[in-house]
């Protein structure tokens, strides 16, 4: 089993960028997807970014121009690159990986954007 962990959330001011990272605890580079979600307080998990296996990938409309995901040569870590922060950022941010026929989701890290 891989176990993924989130690290770089924090507190942030309204304008400012965070650079959170996803590591792996073993290879993912067959993962057909890796992406990132978010959950604001009392609302539902949302996607935010994803890359696919051939490197492709799709933003939600609110993070487009903002936020970008990448990951390193070895496909074991990604990142989610996040400028000009906004309020409405504020959630717990998850990484997620699609590994065959199993999920594998991280525990989150908080990101706060004060206003």
């Known amino acids: 089993q891989v176990r993924l962990m989130e690290s770089g959330g924090g507190l942030v001011q309204a304008g400012g960028s965070l650079r959170l990272s996803c590591a792996a605890s073993g290879s993912i580079s067959g993962a057909r997807t890796q992406g990132w979600y978010r959950r604001p307080l009392g609302k539902v998990r949302e996607p935010v970014a994803v890359?696919?296996?051939?490197?492709?990938?799709r933003y939600e409309d609110s993070v487009k121009g903002r936020f970008t995901i990448s990951r390193d040569a070895a496909q074991n870590t990604r990142y989610l690159q996040m400028n000009n922060l906004k309020a409405e950022d504020t959630a717990v941010y998850y990484c997620k990986a699609d590994i065959g026929p199993i999920t594998e989701w991280g525990q989150g890290t908080q990101v706060t954007v004060s206003s």
């Open positions: 890359i696919t296996k051939d490197g492709s990938t």
